[in-house]
């Protein structure tokens, strides 16, 4: 999905700036499956199949801790920035992981909900 690492990328200079970009850096991901919708079906075969296969099992793994690493260095650079306490960098890394991949299920298997906004208000309440 976005390959992109933003706590690299952006430059950030106020805790707004950075909620602001963090919406948008996930939103980027909702955006990507919502206008592919064959890239769903293709994760969804692949999810199927890493029920079956070891292999491809553990390169799901790997791609869900590449998600998680993602999220996990925006939590280190906003505390960083003394936008968070340095001790919940690995929580809420967790917590916007675990959304953003349950959207991504969601999305894959055509669940009508509003994710764009439920993915909005996840991170301006967990952020600000």
Known sequence: MNENDMSENVSIETKVQFVEATIQYGLSDIRYLQKDPHLGSALKQFNLLSLRNENIRKLNDKLSEINFDKY??????????GYIQTDEARYLATLFHMVDSNITEQLVMNNDLEYETLWTL??????L
């Open 72 to 81: 996990f260095k925006l939590m280190q650079k906003a505390a960083e920035l």
């Open 122 to 127: 996840l991170v301006k309440k967990l952020l």
